[in-house]
Every structure is written in C-alpha cells, then in structure tokens.
C-alpha cells in the first residue's frame, strides 16, 4: 500500500510539474486579419496581364472551305518567350485542332519552320515579341500545305534523296575501318554539315518559287556541296557531273534572300557559288 501510495503521489508531483512547465511557455501573439477583398483582385490581375493577338492561317482539306486567317489571345505572363510556347498553349487550351510539326523546341530538328511575320524561321528561335503588336503566322510559303501549318516537304525531300547525301567509299574499302580526315579538311565542313533542312532559305529564293520541280533549291544545294567538299568522298566526279545542267544549279541569281532567311545563321549562297566554280574548273 504504502508503494502504491507513493507511486501515485510521484505521477501527482509529474503531473503538477508538467502544469508549472506549460504556464511558463509564453503565449503566441495573435496576428491580425487581413480582408481582402475578391474585386480589388480581380481587378489588379486584369492590370497585370499582358494579353497578344495571334492571327494565324487555318485550313482544313477535310471542311471544303476556302483558308482563313484566325485570331487568338494569350497571356504572356503565362506563356514561354518563343512563338513555339504559344502555338502550344493556344493548342492546349483554346483550340485542340490547331495544327503545326515541332519535336526538338531546340532548333536542332527543322521541324517547325515557318513564316513569321513575314519571315520564315523556326518557332522555336522566334521570340514572341511586344504584347502591343499581333503576330501573324503563316505556313511555308510556295509550297502545298497539307494543313494549318504544315507543308507538304515531298518534293522537298526527294530533291534531298536526288544529291545523294551520304558518304561514297572508294570500292574495295574495308568496311568497318577508321576513314581519316586531316583538321584542315574538317575544317572545309564547317558552316555546311550544320544545315537542319527546315526549308526556310529554299522557301525565301524566287527562283524556288518558280522553278521548284527542276532548281533543287538553296538548302540542297548546300548539301550536295557538303558532299562534294568532304575529303573522303570517292564521286566527285558523279555528283558534278549530277548537278551541270541549266535548272539544278544556274537557276541561282544571288540574290541571297537565303542566307538572310536561315535561322542556323548558314550561307547556302556561298555554296552555290562554290559548286558553280567546281563546274566551272572541272
């Protein structure tokens, strides 16, 4: 008894001391209320917004209605800085029919090369500007369009195919060897290997747009050269003799409307010139 007596006047004196320790914590201050009223919000957001006007070309085959040109508005506060982030958040958002390539958002893939204001690049190197001003985005021009955005690049392509780009070995080459190239070599490579074939430079040349089955253009010209430059290569000869005829090549006048539309800052006019000076020493 006497055990249990004391047991519980121990749990007692625990008790009270736990109670002494508790009054001696000091009280937390209580902060004031702050009523904020939903108007003044709504109205401090509707200031800080930064809304942009985006008229973009729509067409759909599948609707048999003429192209038309169609407006959308954004929030750039909510918005990345490239015209790419925009067509995403306008596809996301308001309007999942919008139709457009992109794949990289890097500017390595060529994929969504487009006209911009009146110049062709990539969306994903285009910034979108001042909210003041509209924006007004159009597909490739002088080429079909499939959809919206999207060009069709089969004539494109197949004018790529024509150049052969890849690499000749000599016959009776081991296969599987280590084909040397001296730096001064490499060096010639430079400013052409670059090329994404996004289409902005042949798309900007005139004489593209009205030679477009016979004049392989700025870009594939640029990489047939890119071929003919290399050290390695064995067809020279070949590729030369491929590309001298009146349309290929000569339909070039310089007028450089490429160099300045290429958004990998190349200069397919240079390598057409170099091309013309092969032929004309071959």
Known sequence: ????????????????????RHSLRPRPTALPRVHLQPSRLSTAAAASSRMKTFEIYRWNPDAQEKP??????????????????????????????????????????????????GTNTLACLCSIGEASASTKIYPLPHMYVVKDLVPDMNNFYAQHKSVQPWLNMPEGAEKGTENRQSKEDRAKLDG????????????????YWWNADKYLGPAVLL????????????TTKERL??????????????????AQACPKHLNPGKAIQQIKSHLAHA
């Open 192 to 207: 052409l290997y670059e090329c994404v074939l996004c289409a902005c430079c042949s798309t900007s040349c005139p004489s």
């Open 1 to 20: 008894r006497a055990a249990r007596q004391s047991g519980g006047g121990g749990r007692t004196m625990a008790l009270l001391a736990g109670g002494i």
């Open 241 to 258: 003799a491929f590309l001298n005829d009146a349309y290929k090549v000569y339909r070039c006048h310089t007028i450089m409307n490429c």
């Open 68 to 117: 038309r040109t169609q407006k959308y508005e954004i929030d750039l506060n909510s918005c990345g800085p490239m015209v790419l982030d925009a067509l995403i958040k306008i596809k996301n958002e308001q309007d999942s029919t919008l139709t457009f390539r992109r794949s990289c958002r890097e500017g390595i893939c060529g994929s969504c090369a487009m006209n911009i204001n």
């Open 223 to 234: 990489q047939a050269y890119r071929w003919i430059a290399d050290s390695r290569d064995s």
